[in-house]
């Protein structure tokens, strides 16, 4: 196997507009340097002052020195059948990328960062940047921010790296998309636009038939693994079939959720539709015993029966209820968490207050069952859930208004901050069901970073 390592030096100008002024690579089998390639580029631009104080290289420097189109040929087949590697490697190889767009060549390699795998492989160090990394470890560090010092450096450090992980690195390589395995009327450039940030995708058929919805707070790395999926039939045909994606950004993960459940239930696409019929497959129902106490029961969904709250499986109805018998102080035995006719587990250790050997009384537990009943229904409250937006000077919300679930929408900060109810000028409304109110549940269960503002 063999490793390009890289280091690149910029223009400095807005990330998209970075043009490399130069670039040195090494190549490397774990052990030892094979080669190495180095060379000035002229950006055709100024270099802006920032970056010739940074690196000491000026406009007379780059004077006369290859454009980069003049060395593009050379680059892609020295580094050809190589793990590109670099010490933060998204900043190296999305600067080539978009060099080589420029000139219409897609330039894709597997790739490997030396700060993740170095924080892995080589724990303890205070500061994993590229001067302080190689200081702790004695490598020597020349003209840093010069990239053929940087990168002679980041060959040594790459050489402790290769030999804390036994020269298998095989976890830590990124793997790139092969266009090749994709529909061909994909155009794989729109991944480059696509933010790695919280929303939905679809993807849709060279019919632009929809065929799947989905939801991740990194959309753009969660679209490329399905475009490297090939564990499966299903995932590799539907990988096959996706001709257009389009996205949304939602700013928080609720919303996220929200309408990614909205749309798959609007459209039902095909490839949603086993994940629809088992997305919220059980429930917490309720029932009074012969004794008149109310129990609990996770179970499968049904038809007939209303449940008071939804789960994607058993296992994560069991694990809620639990969550909530404890801040209920509720009984194992009428919650069907622990089968026995006497003392359920809880009462030996003093959670539970002993109405399953008739310490207390019916009326008494039942009434912190229907507390907890009422609290799955937000207690008929009305209020909105705050969470980030999708930019920094807007707040995205959730309203509750009398224990339903009403709608979403984003606002700006000032405004709510002014006015709470000022939301509802941006309210999108929604219509109620059992499944937004349990994604909302648990999503409050899980993110603590979630404002609750009483209306």
């Not at 994709?182 to 450039?189: A, T």
């Not at 993960?253 to 997305?279: C, D, G, V």
């Not at 250790?349 to 002993?354: F, Q, Y």
Request: net charge positive.
């Amino acid at each position: 196997m063999k490793y390009a390592i890289i280091d690149i030096e910029t223009t400095g100008d807005k990330p998209k507009n970075f043009k490399v002024i130069e670039i040195a690579i090494v190549l490397h089998d774990g052990i030892q340097e094979l080669d190495r390639f180095h060379s000035f580029v002229d950006p055709e631009e100024r270099i802006s002052p920032f970056i010739s104080r940074l690196t000491g290289i000026s406009d007379e420097d780059v004077q006369g020195a290859p454009k980069f189109y003049e060395i593009a040929k050379e680059i892609v087949e020295f580094t050809a059948n190589s793990i590109f590697v670099a010490h933060n490697v998204s900043f190296d190889y999305g600067v080539l990328r978009r060099e080589y767009k420029r000139l219409g060549y897609d330039y894709r390699l597997d790739h490997l960062c030396t700060i993740q795998s170095a924080r892995i492989l080589l724990p303890g160090h205070d500061s994993y940047g590229l001067k302080n990394i190689t200081k702790d470890l004695g490598i020597e560090l020349g003209n840093h921010h010069r990239a053929i010092d940087d990168t002679l450096a980041t060959a040594e450090l790459f050489k402790f790296i290769f030999e804390a992980a036994k020269g298998d690195l095989t976890n830590f390589v990124k793997r790139e998309i092969d266009p090749s395995l994709l529909n061909p009327n994909l155009d794989i450039h729109v991944l480059d636009e696509i933010p790695n940030k919280i929303g939905v995708y679809k993807f849709y058929n060279t019919e632009k038939e929809l065929i799947y919805i989905g939801k991740s707070i990194h959309i753009k790395k969660r679209i490329e693994q399905h475009f490297k999926n090939n564990k499966t039939q299903k995932a590799i045909e539907m990988r096959e079939r996706v001709a257009y994606i389009d996205h949304f950004l939602t700013g928080g993960e609720l919303i996220a959720l929200l309408r990614e459940s909205e749309e798959i239930k609007n459209h039902q696409p095909r490839y949603n539709r086993a994940q629809k019929a088992t997305q919220f497959s059980h429930g917490l129902y309720s029932y009074e015993d012969q004794n008149g106490i109310i129990n609990l029961l996770v179970k499968k969904r049904n038809t007939t029966e209303q449940p008071l709250v939804t789960f994607t499986s058993l296992q994560s109805g069991k694990k809620y209820l639990e969550l909530w018998m404890d801040e209920f102080q509720l009984c194992q035995r009428y919650c069907n968490l622990h089968k026995t006719q006497g003392a359920c587990f809880n009462h030996t250790i003093e959670k539970c207050l002993g109405a399953c050997v008739g310490k207390e009384s019916v009326e008494d537990y039942n009434k912190r069952v229907k507390a907890l009943c009422s609290n799955l229904n937000f207690g008929g409250e009305s209020f909105l859930i705050i969470d980030k937006g999708r930019t920094s000077n807007e707040y995205s919300f959730v309203s509750i208004k009398k224990g339903q679930y009403e709608g979403y929408g984003y606002i700006y900060r000032y405004l709510l901050k002014r006015d709470r109810n000022k939301f509802k000028k941006y309210l999108t409304k929604q219509e109620t069901n059992r499944d937004f109110h349990s994604i909302i549940k648990m999503q409050l269960q899980k993110d603590s970073k979630l404002e609750i503002l009483p209306l």
